[in-house]
């Protein structure tokens, strides 16, 4: 049984090169990649958040972790498009206007590309427009919004009247997350739905999907 504690650890440590190393001996080993996406990349970021919040590690190496947890990600994640059942669903995703935030946001992404979910990265700084107009170019199933900045969190609201305005709230599922975001703010911008972390999201837009 191929075991995750080493690439944990180097998710932890910020270790670049045994991050790759050991995501690739996993795959010698004959693991599932979305096996290793879950209990070695996600496990090991979980421990960083968990530490970063308790006061033990600081922000330059969070930052190193979450790159170091990227350059994993980029080994695994044509496996996990292959592996993934796509046609589950398609998401956009973005980071709103003013906050430059996305190491949630790419998390929750990733996660549901794992998942089998087609996801559209708008990236970071996004305007309540460039949603929009990126709904009306994919027609998407769910659009998911990030926030990390509680000076943020209205422009979630702001392209949910915009949807409205264009006519496309209808179409789609919209839900939203990050750290200051929560299910009464989520209901009081008229959201389908709020997740706390990156796992319950891929629950969230199932859920809608089903419903
Ligand atoms: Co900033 N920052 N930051 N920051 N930063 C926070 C958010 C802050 C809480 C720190 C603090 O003061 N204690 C604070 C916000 C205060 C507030 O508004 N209440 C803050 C501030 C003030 C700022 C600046 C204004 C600082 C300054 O310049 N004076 C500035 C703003 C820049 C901007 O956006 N315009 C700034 C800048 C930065 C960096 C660039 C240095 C860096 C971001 C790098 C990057 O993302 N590429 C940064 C970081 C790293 C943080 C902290 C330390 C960590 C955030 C993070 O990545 N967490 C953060 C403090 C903290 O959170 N304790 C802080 C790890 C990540 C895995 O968790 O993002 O919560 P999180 O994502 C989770 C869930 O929230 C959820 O799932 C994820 C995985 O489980 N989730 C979703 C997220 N999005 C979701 C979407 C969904 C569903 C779930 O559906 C769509």
Redesign the pocket.
Known sequence: MVTYDALRQAVIGGDEKEVEAQVNKALSEGADAQDILKNGLIAG?EVV?QR??AGEMF?PE??LS?EVMHKGLDIINPLLAKTGHKGQGKVI?GTVE????????R??SFLLEGTGFEVVDLGVDVKADAFVEAVEKHNPDVL???A????TMPNMGKTIELLKEKGLRKKLKV??????TSDAFAKSIGADGY????GS?VELVKKLLAS
């Open positions: 970021m958040g970063f919040r922000l969070v930052l979450a995703m003013g906050d430059i935030h996305d190491i949630g946001k998390i929750v998911g919004m990030s990390l900045l509680t000076t839900i939203i997350g990050g750290a200051p997740a706390p972390e990156a999201a």
